[in-house]
Nanobody, 125 residues
Framework: QVQLVESGGGLVQAGGSLRLSCAAS????????MGWFRQAPGKEREFVAT????????YYRDSVKGRFTISRDNAKNTVHLQMNNLKPEDTAVYYC??????????????????WGQGTQVVVSS
C-alpha cells in the first residue's frame, strides 16, 4: 500500500500563492490516479482536483478552476497542487489520496484511499 506525505502548507495573504506537494512511497506510483481534497473546520471533506496516471488529464472543482493546477512527477513519486490567487475560503487542511474507484457523478472521498496526514493552509484577508 502506498504511503503519502503532504507538505507545503502555511499562512498566506489573500491573493498569494502556495505549492503543495505530496510524496508517495513505493514503486508503483505511476499506476495510481491521484487527487487532492480539503477540509475546513466544521465542514465535510471536499474534492479539489484529480489527475490521471500519466498526468495528461486533470479535473477541478469549479471554485478553484483557473487558480489551482494539479501536476505530477512520476519519476519523483510526487503530485503537486499549485494554488494561486488564494482566497480566505480556501483555508483548510489539504489532503492527497489515491483514487481507488471512478464513480459516476460527484467525486467522493469514499472513492479514495491511502490518505496522507494533511497540510494546513490558512489564507488571511
Amino acid at each position: 500500500q502506498v504511503q503519502l506525505v503532504e507538505s507545503g502548507g502555511g499562512l498566506v495573504q489573500a491573493g498569494g500563492s502556495l505549492r503543495l506537494s505530496c510524496a508517495a512511497s513505493g514503486r508503483t506510483f505511476s499506476s495510481y490516479n491521484m487527487g487532492w481534497f480539503r477540509q475546513a473546520p466544521g465542514k465535510e471533506r471536499e474534492f479539489v482536483a484529480t489527475i490521471n496516471r500519466s498526468g495528461d488529464s486533470t479535473y477541478y472543482r469549479d471554485s478553484v478552476k483557473g487558480r489551482f493546477t494539479i501536476s505530477r512527477d512520476n519519476a519523483k513519486n510526487t503530485v503537486h497542487l499549485q494554488m494561486n490567487n488564494l482566497k480566505p475560503e480556501d483555508t483548510a487542511v489539504y489532503y492527497c489520496a489515491v483514487r481507488e474507484r471512478i464513480s459516476i457523478g460527484t467525486i467522493r472521498p469514499a472513492d479514495f484511499g491511502s490518505w496522507g496526514q494533511g497540510t494546513q493552509v490558512v489564507v488571511s484577508s
